[in-house]
């Protein structure tokens, strides 16, 4: 597909057509749609071609209008290839990579990602090659860092695709390899300066300025100074000017266009030292800025290196080492201490301590035994474990948080759509008055044009919004891969500043500020026997039991060592409870209707206690003999352990409103809220009434909703910001932040690094304004130069990343 101005052109195959006028009869169809401005029909070929406005019709109209009259289109062998591009130093280098993909014939769809540095282009093998894909970036002066299908982040997809990286990295001196090619290393050390094309030319073009200023110093022949001044000009300024050239062909004005600019007419005007000092000083800045930046993005394709290449399978009764991605669901893995799990699973066998830091953000260690559930990317740390593989490796939940991160740093946040907007029309004014500059002192007022000419030059310089555009983007980028290290993914820019603004917080009780299981929260003895008697007898009766309060009672008593009883003649009654004997005695556990069944009354201080346990909102298990009453035991949904902590954390955050809504009943919601000391609570609420209490709190301020990803739906979807604790497979699909690890108290964490995030990006944008602004009249009237004016640019740029990196090692 190529694109021109405003209009696209899709190529597509049909079948079905028996005669020349059937391609008449789709032509004509295709032109009556509106957005269409062109539309042919080849017979011979059964292709069909249509040039029209996106704006006004989507390509799958266009395909619905073929299919109505009869005709089918065949299925477009599309593929999608994902490229790691180096040499970008701001939003504006990634839209025109952009824009250059798209007018490649058979491009269908190019999208670049300014901070992590990659593209993903989807198109037509048929019409062009990947090789044209890497050739139309190398033109536009970037380089090809590492590419593969966008169906595997460890191998190429072609033998062809292979043979052509090849050639491409000893162009620049490198070796072919399967991931992101040197990357993690190049781009942070000092290796980079030296391994870089654009790094050689920054050094060459600096011993070109200083001998020239050597030779001009020595009073030696004025060409030999020009000479070496020359070489650092052409050496450094070649990509810039390829750059700006192109930039100029899509009729857009980048920085690279407004330096090349500079660069001629320092020369012209004879001032070739200024000349080379411009194009050095830019190359240099360029250069830091990469570097810089390529240390954030560096540290979040990390994950990517999280899991094995290949694990050992048990195939056949033996082990064999084979590639990730040919383990099927299923299968068992082997994986021995000091060994990344390969691929999501269950233990089946084994019991072993595993270092899950990397997709929950827990620093401690966690102990797995049979049925548990480890991560792909984690680390066994200590035993034997063989695990039952539960995913796919483009399915795990690395993969997902890979995906999610990737998508997450491409949503522009409120901010960076606004300032994308505000370069849009800020370029082409600033172009224009560089144009007025040079026109009217001279024309009007009958100046000097050498000066105002000279002047206009360092306008274009200094008003090059760079420094503004990748102030919010650089910010996100480190928020975000500093939230994903601590365990909490956000949905995107959108979310990230927007948790920045939050004023209330509203908690979904059950699963959420609690366990979402019973738990046992006191043992009641009538007097007669020991309250661990009581459980005893209780865990003895329920140890065969399913029922979630049985498995609540076992387990209490589990954890307190209690030995269990061997039962006889053990009898379940629906709906009422179970009866079994120990020894000589029959004994009951259940409700007051099993007890009344057998006859056993209740005395008055048993139906008092029973009444005040139940306006807790506990729920009561009867224990006793065949003859009386021994015991109650009482269960309610537990507390999370970091609940009550978690709601101080924001409290103290100053959030205005912490809110629980429940569907629970009032004496349940009452006992909770004063265990977490939340004085605002609603109980008794249906879907609708949540929905509305959310609706009620956006009126007084930026509202969020924590769930558990699964219900409350209607007011995860009210709020202005939904957080989810729980089932990752779930959570990544419904909130728009994700607590990897369910830890509450990263909720405090996730407010308190957004509201810095939103600082710093306000920082970053009010510095840039101020300092081009500045700088743009000290410029205008002459007191500041061409050298200045680039030393003020790069050093804004890099203020602002600098700034906006120091959100990433945030603790």
């Known amino acids: 597909m190529t694109q021109s101005n405003s209009l696209k052109t899709q190529t597509l195959q049909v079948s079905g057509m028996d005669c020349g006028s059937c391609a008449q009869t789709i032509a004509a169809s295709l032109q009556q749609l509106s957005g269409v401005m062109e539309a042919s029909v080849s017979f011979a070929t059964g292709r069909v071609k249509v040039s029209y406005d996106p704006n006004l019709l989507s390509e799958a109209q266009i395909k619905h209008r073929i299919a109505v009259l009869g005709y089918e289109v065949d299925a477009t062998p599309e593929k999608t290839l994902q490229v790691q591009i180096g040499g970008m130093d701001c939003g504006s280098c990634a839209k025109t990579i952009e824009v250059g993909l798209q007018q490649i014939t058979g491009v269908n769809e190019a999208s670049v990602n300014f901070t992590t540095g990659r593209s993903q282009v989807s198109y037509n093998p048929q019409q062009v090659s990947e090789t044209t894909i890497y050739e139309r970036i190398q033109a536009l002066g970037y380089t090809v860092e590492q590419s593969y299908d966008g169906s595997s982040s460890h191998h190429h997809d072609s033998c062809d695709h292979e043979h052509y990286h090849e050639e491409a990295e000893d162009q620049r001196g490198r070796g072919a390899g399967g991931k992101l090619l040197g990357t993690q290393n190049t781009a942070t050390n000092w290796k980079f300066w030296i391994t870089n094309r654009r790094g050689q030319s920054v050094i060459l073009a600096g011993v070109g300025l200083f001998l020239g200023l050597v030779t001009q110093y020595l009073v030696l022949p004025i060409w030999l100074t ?182 997450a740093q491409s949503s522009r946040a409120p901010t960076q759509q606004w300032v994308d907007r505000f370069a849009e029309i800020y370029t082409p004014i600033v172009i224009l008055s560089a144009i007025a500059i040079v026109l009217i002192p001279p024309l009007a007022f009958a100046q000097p044009l050498n000066i105002w000419l000279y002047r206009a030059l360092v306008l274009l310089v200094i008003a090059c919004p760079c420094a503004l555009v990748i102030s919010t983007p650089v910010s996100i980028v480190s928020a975000i891969g500093a939230a994903t290290r601590h365990g909490v993914l956000f949905k995107g820019g959108h979310a990230l500043e927007t948790a920045g603004h939050l004023t209330s917080l509203a908690f979904d009780k059950t699963g959420t500020l609690t366990q979402g299981e019973p738990v046992v929260q006191k043992i009641y003895d009538l007097g007669e026997e020991s309250t661990n008697f009581i459980l005893s007898i209780t865990a003895s009766l329920e140890q065969q039991s399913e029922h979630p309060l049985a498995k609540a009672i076992v387990a209490k008593a589990k954890e307190q060592g209690l030995n269990l009883e061997n039962i006889e003649n053990f009898t379940a009654y629906p709906g009422k409870g179970v009866a079994a004997q120990i020894g000589a005695n029959l004994y009951l556990v259940g409700n007051r209707r099993l007890f009344a069944d057998f006859g056993v009354g209740l005395s008055t201080t048993a139906e008092s206690l029973l009444i005040k346990i139940e306006s807790l909102g506990q729920t009561t298990v009867l224990v006793g003999s065949s003859q009386k009453l021994l015991g109650i035991v009482a269960l309610a949904d537990g507390l999370r352990l970091e609940a009550a902590e978690a709601v101080r954390l924001l409290q103290r955050l100053g959030m205005r409103h912490v809110m629980m809504l429940t569907g629970d009943r009032t004496a349940v919601a009452k006992q909770i809220a004063q265990q977490l000391e939340i004085t605002e609570y609603q109980a008794e609420l249906l879907p609708e009434d949540k929905l509305q209490a959310i609706q009620q709190l956006r009126q007084s301020g930026v509202v969020g909703m924590v769930g558990d990803g699964i219900n409350d739906a209607p007011a995860l979807a009210a709020a202005d910001i939904s957080f989810a604790v729980g089932g990752i497979d779930i959570a990544l699909e419904t909130a728009d932040v994700v607590l990897v690890g369910s830890d509450l108290r990263r909720l405090a964490y996730t407010v308190n690094l957004s509201r810095r995030t939103v600082t710093v990006i306000q920082q970053n944008v009010i510095f840039s304004l101020v300092t081009k602004g500045l700088f743009l009249l000290l410029g205008t009237f002459g007191f500041v130069g061409l050298a200045i004016a680039v030393l003020a640019d790069t050093g804004t740029s890099l203020l602002v990343t600098a700034n906006g990196m120091r959100l990433f090692r945030d603790k």
């Open 226 to 407: 020009r000479a070496f001044y020359g070489i650092g000009i052409v050496v450094a300024g070649y990509p810039i000017a390829r750059a700006g050239l192109f930039e100029l062909r899509l009729r857009r004005a980048d920085m690279n266009l407004l330096m090349t600019i500079s660069a001629i007419g320092a020369v012209i005007l004879g001032d070739w030292f200024e000349a080379a000092l411009v194009v050095f000083l830019f190359s240099l800045g360029t250069m830091l800025q990469v570097f810089t930046f390529g240390r954030t993005r560096n540290a979040i394709r990390g994950l990517m290196d999280l899991t094995p290449p290949t694990a050992t399978v048990k195939r056949n009764h033996q082990e064999v080492t084979v590639p990730v991605e040919s383990i099927r669901v299923g299968e068992i893995l082997t994986i021995r201490p000091g060994q990344r799990v390969a691929l999501d699973g269950v233990v089946v066998s084994g019991t072993s301590a595993i270092d899950q830091s990397p997709i929950t953000g827990e620093s401690i260690p966690e102990d797995k035994a049979p049925g548990d559930t480890v991560f792909a990317g984690t680390l066994n740390q200590t035993g034997f474990l063989s695990v039952k593989v539960t995913h796919t490796a483009s399915d795990t939940t690395v993969a997902k948080i890979i995906h999610l991160v990737e998508e």
